[in-house]
Structures are given as C-alpha cells and as structure tokens.
C-alpha cells in the first residue's frame, strides 16, 4: 500500500542534532507524519525514513530559471487581460503592464509571470492568437528593459512558443500539460523549466461542484502522475517546479487542508510554487468583499507557507510580501544555524 511522507516542518535557528534540512533550503525537520489512504498519521523519526524518501526530502532543489532555491523567491503577477479577478484591465495597456513589471522588480520580485488568459472561476478560454499578442509583446519590452527571469502563464504551445522567443525563461502551465498534447514535447526541445500545477476542470466550470476522495492524496498523486509524463517526454526533473493550485477547483476547505498539508509535496522532490494571492477564501475567512482588501491575508497566507519550505511565492503585492518575509527572517534568525 502507498504510503505519503508528510515532514513536520520547523524554522529557525533551534534545532536539535538530529534534525535535516528540508530540501536544501531554510527550513528544518526531524520528525514524519507517515499515512496511508483511509488511515490516521503515524509519526516516525526521520531518520528511520527509507533512504530514497529522504533524499526526496533533503536534496538541494536546483536552480529555476537561474534562480537559488535556498529561501524563498517571489514571482510578481502580470496580468495583461481584461477580466483577471484581481487587476483586469489595470496592464492591458503595453505601456502600463512594462511599468507595472519595472514597479514589482525595484519591489523585490524575482520573476515576473505574465498571463494573457484569465483563469478565473467562470473565465472563458481565450483565443490563442488574441493570447499571444497580449503577452509576447510585453515580454519582449521587458526583456529590452531587464535580464530578470519571466514566465509564461499559459496552457497552450503557441502562446508558450511566441513567449519563449520573446524571451519567457519559464513555462507556467495551469493545466499540468493535459489542455495542449505537445506541451510536454515542447518544453523539453525549450530546456526550460515548468511549473506544473493541479487543477479540477477548467476555470468556466471548475468551482461549480469539486470533489475529491482525499484532496491532499488526491492532489499529491495528481502532480505525481504529470512528473511521470513530463519525464518520460524528456523534461527532467530538475527543471519541474510543482503547484497544489490553490483555488482551482477546490472549495474553502480543501485549500486549508493543502495549506496545512503543504509540507507533503517536498517528498516529489521538486520546488514548490504556491499561488493564494488575494484569492475569495481569504476574503471568506478574513474578511474582504474585492481582491484588493485581501492583501493583509494574502501576505499572512506568504508567510505561512514560506515557513513550510515553499520556494516560489505568486504574490500580486511584492513590496508588501517581501517587508513581511524580510521581518519574518530578522526576527526568527532564520539565516542563522
């Protein structure tokens, strides 16, 4: 029976001997909770783990796009489309969406994800080549402007294929590569990395009535599976970030239960992206009727996963994301063993 290898995650400079950094990077851990589907967790020593489980857990994650996976990386948000749930229309304008760009890098982002297709709950697909006159464009100015890494938030290959020419360095692909059958061919011709991220349906029907049998099991085997593919159509693994897609088909409370599970996801051995920026459950929960009142939980929701050993942080507010992790770790000396 398979078993999920789940590591009770701590932070900060008090750790005990036998404790083993969680993926190279900030965090710590010397305890596993251990379950299999339909039973309660069992928590063992780390080091009784099977030696192939541990390494998954505390191998260094390379370098995404030329970026160290050693603390945490923020990737600022770039929606250049008109019906975003958060900024629609704010950077449709070419002018307006560079500016923005330049405003999120002198804020601390180090990457910058730029999507011509909303994925919304409700949204409507989008043409590919309205898609791809949105994006490339404002990919190649930024490109003219900075050498900071870009992504591509797209399913499908020719928008991913005008991006990389303008100058993307990262695929950022919603669907996992299960929309666009040449996706997994095309980033493993491109050398670049991929974020695959879960999603339940598509986003014109995917918040309508989703169910899972275990949503943390079922997530966890889910980007599993696509690892499997993705390697076997030549991408390697140490080009594959991976995303449980908070908001993606997910009620209120399967995304707190991947929040509290998060730390699950490490045992695939790939960095971990996490995109909850002022999506409706913080608003639900904290209060918030429009996405610009969330900003106070989203950072809150940063910070929580930053502190389970989560790498990529897909943030709309930097400035505010990166003051609250920069007091994070002066007060939890967390750079500091």
Known sequence: MKRYYRPIVR????????????????????EV????????EQVIRAQDLPADVLDRLTAPRADIAGITMARPRLMGILNVTPDSFSDGGLFADPVQAVDHAMQMISFGA??????????????????VQD???????????????????????????????????????????????????E???????????????????????????????????????FLEARLVVAEAAGVRRDRIVIDPG???????????????????????????LL???RKRFIGTIGGGKDAPDRVAGSVAVALHSARQGVQLLRVHDTFETKQALDLEWAISRADQR
Request: with cysteine; hydrophobic share 45%.
């Open 183 to 221: 996706m997994a061919q095309v980033v493993a011709a491109s050398d670049l990395p991929v974020c695959l991220m879960h999603a339940q349906g598509d986003p014109a029907t995917m918040q309508e009535d989703p169910r899972y049998d275990d949503v943390l099991l079922d997530v966890y085997d």
């Open 246 to 272: 908070i908001g993606f088909g997910k009620t209120l409370a399967h995304n707190l239960t991947l929040l509290r599970g998060l730390s699950l996801f490490h045992a695939l051995g790939c960095p971990i």
């Open 110 to 127: 180090d990457i910058i994800d730029i999507g011509g297709e909303s994925t919304r709950p409700g949204a409507s697909e989008v043409d």
């Open 11 to 30: 932070f900060g400079p008090d750790r005990s001997d036998d404790a083993f950094d969680l993926a190279g990077g900030w965090c710590w851990f010397r």
């Open 275 to 277: 995109g909850a920026s």
């Open 131 to 181: 898609e791809i006159a949105r994006t490339a464009p404002v990919i190649a100015k930024i490109r003219a402007q900075s050498d900071v890494p870009m992504s591509i938030d797209t399913r499908k290959v020719p928008v991913a294929r005008a991006a990389i020419d303008a100058g993307a360095t990262l695929i950022n692909d919603v669907a996992a590569m299960t929309f666009d059958a």
């Open 33 to 40: 909770a251990v379950r299999t589907r339909g039973s309660v």
